[in-house]
Nanobody, 114 residues
């Protein structure tokens, strides 16, 4: 099982990006999925999470700006990031419980800068 994250890049403050995370391999069940981020010199933190049924929770710092969603048929999760701020700059990681085990994807860099 692998998680592949994509969609990072360089964007100006106020801009938008959409991250994707696809699970692949021999998959029987994909349960909770989430996005984490780690900025230089800081600990990794939860950004947003979503259950299989679609219940979501967000870090206070991104509420109202980021939206997490998933497509269970494609075993894929998304993070729509709007109104990006320089403090959103970090490596973003996807995490998921697949086949009752915890997996991490390789990070994707998001840089918000003018």
């Amino acid at each position: 099982v692998q998680l592949q994250a994509s969609g990072g890049g360089l964007v100006q403050p106020g801009g938008s990006l959409r991250l994707s995370c696809a699970a692949s391999g021999s998959i029987f069940s994909v349960n909770a999925m989430g996005w984490y981020r780690q900025a230089p010199g800081k600990q990794r933190e939860l950004v947003a999470a979503i259950t299989r049924s679609g219940s979501t929770n967000y870090a206070d710092s991104v509420k109202g700006r980021f939206t997490i969603s998933r497509d269970n048929a494609k075993n894929t999760m998304y993070l729509q990031m709007n109104s990006l701020k320089p403090e959103d700059t970090a490596v973003y990681y996807c995490n998921s419980e697949v086949n009752w085990r915890d997996y991490w994807g390789k990070g994707t860099q998001v840089t918000v800068s003018s």
